[in-house]
Structures are given as structure tokens and as C-alpha cells.
């Protein structure tokens, strides 16, 4: 991976531009991710550590992003309304030198290989609402050739998105569960609700998920499944109204 030479002649300009106890402070970080809920909790990572942010919900507008702005880092979910975050991650690490960091994001560990494999530097396992966590990633990605800062306090925070963003996942859940018939849409919902559930650290409906997921990947009848998650859905969409 070429991220020294990719980014050694910004390094120095990035660095020079940090500030006390933010250390990301001079970077721009690009999310794409269709989960309001997970973006707004790396949206207050971001703020907390000093990193501009900007966000795209699916494939088409990180393109549009891309060709306007020069993010340091994209995130990627990988499982995105339009198509898989795979495909972005190699598209985006194809412009050599001129290519910003990417890592993969997902509340399915086990497409870390995945995204690694289509080029990204690393990769961040939903829930992401650990400051310390997010920002030592994101720090290691960086090229080597970059000056760290010297010794600080690790912050001890969690961040706690707006119980509104969650609302609006699943509402979206919900009516795409209502018309869940193919293929391509089951897929995607069983990865959104899985990202969903994990960022809400909610177990029961991120097991739902991932067992929807593994009965359509082995081509067993699924019905039961997406009746059993809508009624879920419905449920926690009536506590969260509530709320």
C-alpha cells in the first residue's frame, strides 16, 4: 500500500495544523454510509477529535464528493444501497498517489478480509463510538513519514447519537422490509439492519440480522425471517417514537 508516497507532502501540512488534544485536526474525513444513526456517532468522533467531516449515503454521491473535494480519509460501509463498498474502495484506490486513505467500515466483522483485499489500509467494526479507538485507526493509517504527537491522556469516551437518527434507520428498515422481494434487497437489508443493531448495541435484532443474512446466502425460504425482523423493526420503532 503506497500511503507514505501518497501523502508524504501532505503529512507535514496536517501535522503543522493540529491542535492541542485534537489530533486529527487538519484532516477531512469522507463517510459513506447510509446509516444515519452510525454516521452522526462518527460525525461526534470526528468533532471531538478535530477532523472536518463530510457525508455521502451511497455510491453515487461519493462520486460527486470525490470529484469536488480531496478527503485525507474515506470510510466506507460496506453494504451501500447502490452497490457493494468493495467495488467503491478499488475504485477510489486506483488514482495512486493522488488517493485518500480508505478503511472499510461494517457491523459485520468478518468483511474485514473483503475490504482490505479491495485496497482499503484498514478497517472499523461497528459500533464505532469509542474516541480512543477511532481516533488510533485513523492515526495508524496515516503514512509513517507524518509526525505523531507525543504522549497524551487516551480519552475515555463513548459517543451517543441522537436517539432521532436511530428513528430515521428504522423507518427506512421498515419500508424497505415491506417490499423486500429480490434478492439484491434482502442482501441489503440484512447488512443495514445488522450495522443498525450493532451501532445501537442491540443483540437480539443484529442476531436476526446476521441469521437473515446466512438463511439467504445458503438459499434456505427466508420469509419467516423477514416477518420475525419487521415485526422487530415495528416494535422498536414504537419504543424509539416514544423516547
Known sequence: MQTESRHSAAGSAIWKAQLPGRPLSGLTVLVVEDSRF???????????????????????AAKRHLQTYRPTVVLV??????????????RITTHGEHAPLVLGISGNPDLRDDALAA??????????????????IILSALPTGAPMPGPRPVPNE???????????DLAHAAQILSIAANGDA?????????????????????????????????????????SRIGDMVHQRLATVGHA
Open 158 to 168: 463513548v459517543v451517543t447519537p441522537d436517539i432521532s437518527a436511530l428513528h430515521d
Open 186 to 226: 434482502i442482501d441489503y437489508i440484512a447488512h443495514f439492519l445488522t450495522g443498525v443493531a450493532r451501532s445501537a448495541q442491540d443483540a437480539p435484532l443484529a442476531a436476526a440480522a446476521t441469521a437473515l443474512a446466512q438463511d439467504h446466502e445458503a438459499g434456505r425460504a427466508v420469509a419467516r425471517n423477514l
Open 77 to 90: 460501509d460496506m453494504g451501500l444501497p447502490d452497490g457493494s463498498g468493495a467495488d467503491l474502495i478499488r
Open 38 to 60: 452510525a454516521s452522526e456517532a462518527i460525525r461526534l468522533l470526528c468533532l471531538r477529535s478535530g477532523a472536518r467531516i463530510r457525508r455521502a449515503d451511497c455510491i453515487l
Open 119 to 136: 485496497g482499503a489500509v484498514g478497517f472499523i467494526a461497528k459500533p464505532i463510538n469509542s474516541l480512543a479507538v477511532f481516533q488510533q
